[in-house]
């Protein structure tokens, strides 16, 4: 077992894992509209991925998420022999004020086990009409260059990252670690299922993992309920968000 530990700050983040991790880390947030964090969830479910570690917080008001009577770890790592990626599900609310932080013990831990690139999974809350239903990219160059030179995926055009999101996709501008961040327009509904689809979509065009995002509306179905108590908590914390997001 390797424990990698953030610096000692409030608040602090440790990671635990039982296997080396791949050279690709996916990763899903609790965000607004959760369709980040519901494709990280039905990657794991549809490829069959085990979990491998998990992540532990001091100083944050916590979830222990359960199932079945069945606690489990709130932010969690899965795998599988072979496939070489790793997925990050973060059912944890992390307010934009301790992205940096919990970047960090990412960040560490991946330069310490060989990681050589992570892509976020995440939804935007922006004013869009239909034709924008689609995903975006903002990526540093040489992950642009490994994966979406023969994709379609659109550029992101202009606007701001924030918190953990922001935090990791600037380390990889000075870095070897090639980091995306794929965002699509989400909804308020939870969770915005078309916008997760449109993640996994997106997924299995840049990585050919052998996904099939139609079964996912009747997965998100099955854990609505879940999900909603999840948004509810995060309701809580309205006013740890930026009050302005703007993406062009």
Not at 19 to 24: C, I, N, Q
Not at 42 to 67: A, I, K, R, W
């Amino acid at each position: 077992m390797q424990t990698m530990s953030a610096p000692q700050h409030t608040p602090g983040f440790t990671i635990t894992h039982e296997t080396a991790p791949s050279e690709t880390l996916l990763a899903g947030f609790s965000a607004f509209g959760l369709a980040g964090l519901t494709a990280a969830d039905y990657l794991v479910d549809h490829l069959d991925l085990h979990e491998q570690g998990h992540l532990s917080v001091e100083g944050l008001p916590t979830v222990t998420p359960f199932e079945n009577g069945r606690p489990r770890h709130h932010t969690r790592l899965f795998s599988r022999d072979d496939l070489d990626i790793t997925v990050l599900v973060g059912e944890l609310f992390i307010p934009v004020g301790a992205g940096r932080t919990f970047a960090n013990a990412i960040l560490d831990w991946t330069e310490a086990n060989g990681v050589r690139e992570i892509a976020i999974l995440s939804g935007v809350p922006i004013l869009h009409g239909p034709e924008e239903h689609r995903t975006y990219y903002i990526a540093t160059d040489d992950y642009r260059e490994r994966r979406l030179s023969e994709t379609t995926i659109a550029p992101m055009g202009r606007g701001f990252l924030d918190g953990t999101n922001a935090a990791l996709v600037e380390c990889g501008l000075d870095s070897a670690l090639g980091v995306c961040a794929f965002v699509t327009p989400v909804h308020a509904q939870i969770p915005d299922v078309q916008a997760a689809i449109r993640l996994v979509e997106t997924v299995e065009a840049v990585y050919n993992v052998g996904i099939d995002a139609a079964p996912l509306e009747a997965f998100a179905t099955e854990v609505e309920q879940y999900y909603a108590e999840l948004a509810e908590r995060m309701e809580e914390h309205d006013d740890e968000l930026p009050e302005d997001r703007m993406y062009m």
